[in-house]
C-alpha cells in the first residue's frame, strides 16, 4: 500500500467511519436524558484520555502557545457546534437523518478555506472539487427535504 493510500486510510477512510458513529451516540445521550453542558464535558474528558494515550504513544510532545491556542480554539469550536446539534437533537427532536447531510456540508467550509489559506488550490484539480461541491451542496438539500 502506497503512503498516499496509507493516509487516506488513516486520516480519511476511518475518521469518517467514526464520525459517521458519532450521532448515533449522540442521540443514544440525548434520549437517556443528558444535558448540553454535562455532555460536552464527558465528551472533553474522552478526548483528554485518547490525548494522554497518544502522548505516551507518539511521543510528540512539543508544545507552544501559539500551536496550543489554536488547538483551544479548535476545542471550543467543536464543542460550539457540537452544542448545536444537541439543541436540535433536545429541543427541536430534529431527526439525525436529516441533520448529519446538513453538517456534512461543512466540508464545502473546510475546502474553501483550505484553497484559500494554504494555497491548495495549486496542487489539486480544482474544477473536480468544484463538482465534488456541487455534489455536497445537492445532497444536503435533498436530505433536509426528505
Same mark, same amino acid.
Given at each position: 500500500?502506497?503512503?498516499? @493510500?496509507?493516509?487516506?486510510?488513516?486520516?480519511?477512510?476511518? *475518521?469518517?467511519?467514526?464520525? &459517521?458513529?458519532?450521532?448515533?451516540? %449522540?442521540?443514544?445521550?440525548? @434520549? &437517556?436524558? +443528558?444535558?448540553?453542558? *454535562?455532555?460536552? +464535558?464527558?465528551?472533553?474528558?474522552?478526548?483528554? +484520555?485518547? &490525548?494522554? $494515550?497518544?502522548?505516551?504513544?507518539? #511521543?510528540? =510532545?512539543?508544545?507552544?502557545?501559539?500551536?496550543?491556542? @489554536?488547538?483551544?480554539?479548535?476545542? /471550543?469550536?467543536?464543542?460550539?457546534?457540537?452544542?448545536?446539534?444537541?439543541?436540535?437533537?433536545?429541543?427541536? %427532536?430534529? *431527526?439525525?437523518? #436529516?441533520? +448529519? *447531510?446538513?453538517? =456534512?456540508? =461543512?466540508?464545502?467550509?473546510? /475546502?474553501?478555506?483550505?484553497?484559500?489559506?494554504?494555497?491548495?488550490?495549486?496542487?489539486? =484539480? /480544482?474544477? %473536480?472539487?468544484?463538482? $465534488?461541491?456541487?455534489?455536497?451542496?445537492?445532497?444536503?438539500?435533498?436530505? /433536509? #427535504?426528505?
Amino acid at each position: 500500500m502506497s503512503t498516499e @493510500n496509507i493516509a487516506l486510510l488513516i486520516g480519511g477512510i476511518i *475518521p469518517a467511519l467514526l464520525l &459517521g458513529t458519532l450521532p448515533l451516540f %449522540q442521540k443514544y445521550a440525548t @434520549n &437517556g436524558g +443528558i444535558g448540553i453542558g *454535562p455532555y460536552i +464535558i464527558s465528551a472533553g474528558i474522552g478526548i483528554i +484520555i485518547i &490525548g494522554i $494515550a497518544l502522548c505516551f504513544i507518539f #511521543k510528540e =510532545n512539543s508544545f507552544s502557545l501559539a500551536s496550543s491556542s @489554536n488547538a483551544l480554539i479548535s476545542g /471550543v469550536i467543536w464543542a460550539i457546534a457540537s452544542a448545536g446539534i444537541l439543541i436540535a437533537l433536545i429541543h427541536y %427532536q430534529t *431527526p439525525i437523518v #436529516k441533520l +448529519i *447531510p446538513l453538517i =456534512n456540508s =461543512n466540508a464545502i467550509i473546510a /475546502v474553501t478555506l483550505s484553497l484559500i489559506a494554504f494555497s491548495e488550490w495549486k496542487n489539486v =484539480n /480544482v474544477t %473536480q472539487i468544484c463538482i $465534488a461541491t456541487a455534489i455536497i451542496i445537492f445532497g444536503a438539500i435533498l436530505a /433536509v #427535504k426528505a
